[in-house]
């Protein structure tokens, strides 16, 4: 056994060192972990951070959790928040898990041996387009996280109608004037959770990284803009995600969700409060998610993140962020011709479709396609991570670092969808051992480094550290990101012809909704 295993092993026997005991005390009575596949890591699953959001609490910002008598065995998973699987044949769908309501509860992995070691905290924040995913999913597993000395915590929150509907009588009961955005108020919850407990696993509240990918990302995104979380973390990573387009506001959002109620055929708030969960995610037609997003309700969100961002409002933090070489891949529908590529694009872009169309030509149907999903990886992603780092470095004190991935992942989805998105996360999380994929030796050193370069930004701010290669601040004027890819590099940042493209549109955008 290497000699520093060793000491971090027997630290517990020092006269000095506290022994992390199981069961561990926290505020809502004692917990007893389970041990990870390597022995050294002690995992806490289930925990709660909030009363389960149910009957007169459904559409209302999280409330404490109750106490509890007798030792809680964190040895399972809780359900997942409310949500349907994605479809039969999506590159995201995973293996089925339990749904309920009452799925307000946060998991934890440690290797500290004791409370006083202190370690840096990362608390992830699933993506799944805010209507689906979990804090369980296997791909997030925090073991080899842990081990590389991080306390790793993973999050469920509110997804789809039943964390983001606003309505105008939710707007009337709350002391906030405000409505929607529940699923962000868990979040902040969350980490007021993990400030006041994450001690008792070894963990430094002081250093509490939040990082996430694709609408995680937009919800770290946002908790950095939301006035709610400050100094609720100390650091900021984004993969693949934010939210500088311009937001709905709760107005509109209202309208939404008094349309979304009389699809229901509930006339009125307490109607659709007695609605079962299931009805509720069965609603039909466009009710089904997609319109159930954040907005600018004044109290969550003052104004929008770009003017948050734009003034220096936002919680000020050191940041690391980026995205992927083909985001859009898996977004983009085979039957996608030439024709309704263009037809799309002279609908959204209406005089400059033909600036637009020389970035993105469309001479073929397998042109356009391939146009579709570049577009969207630069558009939904490129323009929006790039635009984040840049507003930071203008208007924060605290450093940005910037990234690009672009390693096609061996096995069938690579093959298929390239460096899709999402194709990141496995190696962030250093599981590569956890699937059955054909991994090679670049692949291995790639997650070492990239998860290396999370878990060094995660203790002091800067990902770098001995034995990787350095990775500069972001500076405008250079335009520098840090290439994850087949080899690891500093290079130029892809695509500034089409980012600049949305830029001047995105800013237009902005300037006529007069924010």
């Not at 039969?88 to 992995?109: F, I, K, M, Q, T």
């Not at 070691?117 to 369980?136: A, D, F, Y």
């Not at 919800?219 to 939301?226: H, I």
Request: proline share 7%; glycine share 10%; with cysteine.
């Amino acid at each position: 056994m290497p000699r520093l295993r060793l000491i971090a092993l027997f630290a517990g026997a020092l006269p000095l060192a506290a022994a992390l005991h199981d069961p561990v005390r926290v505020e809502g009575g004692r917990l007893s972990g389970i041990a990870g596949l390597n022995p050294a890591v002690t995992v806490f699953k289930g925990i709660p951070f909030a009363a389960p959001p149910l009957g007169d609490l459904r559409w209302r910002p999280p409330q404490p959790a109750a106490e509890w008598e007798d030792i809680r065995q964190a040895a399972r998973f809780s359900a997942a928040c409310m949500q349907t699987p994605y479809p039969a044949g999506s590159l995201y769908r995973l293996p089925p898990e339990p749904v309920s309501e009452d799925c307000l509860y946060l998991n934890v992995w440690t290797a500290a041996a004791s409370p006083n070691e202190r370690r840096p905290v990362m608390v992830w924040i699933h993506g799944g387009g805010l209507t689906r995913g979990s804090g369980s999913a296997r791909n997030y597993d925090g073991e080899e996280l842990a081990r590389k000395g991080v306390v790793l915590v993973t999050i469920n929150y509110r997804l789809g109608a039943f964390g983001f509907l606003a309505h105008p009588e939710l707007t009337g009961e709350s002391a906030h004037h405000s409505s929607g955005n529940y699923g962000f108020l868990d979040q902040v919850a969350a980490l007021e959770w993990v400030h006041r407990n994450i001690a008792r696993f070894g963990g430094d509240p002081n250093r509490v990284t939040i990082f996430g990918e694709s609408a995680g990302s937009w919800s770290v995104n946002l908790l950095m803009a939301t006035p709610l979380a400050k100094g609720l973390f100390q650091r900021v990573i984004g993969e693949s995600g934010a939210d500088f387009e311009p937001l709905q506001k709760l107005s509109a959002a209202e309208q939404a969700g008094a349309q979304f109620a009389r699809s229901m055929g509930a006339g009125s708030l307490s109607a659709l409060r007695a609605k079962s969960a299931a009805d509720l995610l069965a609603a039909p037609g466009p009710f089904s998610g997609a319109i159930f997003l954040g907005n600018v309700d004044g109290w969550v969100l003052p104004e929008d993140v770009y003017a948050i961002f734009a003034a220096g409002k936002q919680n000020d933090a050191p940041l690391l962020l980026g995205s992927n070489a083909d985001e859009g891949t898996a977004f983009t529908p085979a039957s996608m011709t030439a024709e309704d590529f263009r037809q799309l694009v002279s609908r959204r872009f209406g005089a400059r479709a033909d600036a637009y169309l020389k970035l993105y030509p469309a001479g073929s149907d397998a042109e356009a396609r391939a146009s579709e999903a570049a577009s969207i990886r630069d558009r939904t992603f490129g323009w929006e991570m790039r635009t984040w780092a840049r507003m930071q470095a203008r208007t924060g004190k605290s450093k940005v670092y910037l990234y690009y991935f672009s390693r096609v992942p061996p096995g069938p989805a690579g093959a298929v969808y390239r460096a899709y998105h999402a194709a990141e996360i496995t190696y962030v999380f250093h599981n590569l051992g956890l699937s059955d994929r054909p991994w090679e030796a670049v692949d291995r050193t790639l997650s070492d480094s990239m998860s290396s370069y999370w878990v060094n930004f995660a203790t002091s701010g800067d990902p770098n550290g001995q034995d990787l290669l350095k990775w500069p601040a972001y500076d405008e004027k250079t335009d520098l990101v840090m290439g994850l890819g087949n080899q690891i590099e500093v290079r130029p940042a892809p695509y500034k012809a089409a980012l600049d493209f949305f830029d001047d549109w995105f800013t237009n955008l902005h300037n006529a909704s007069g924010r």
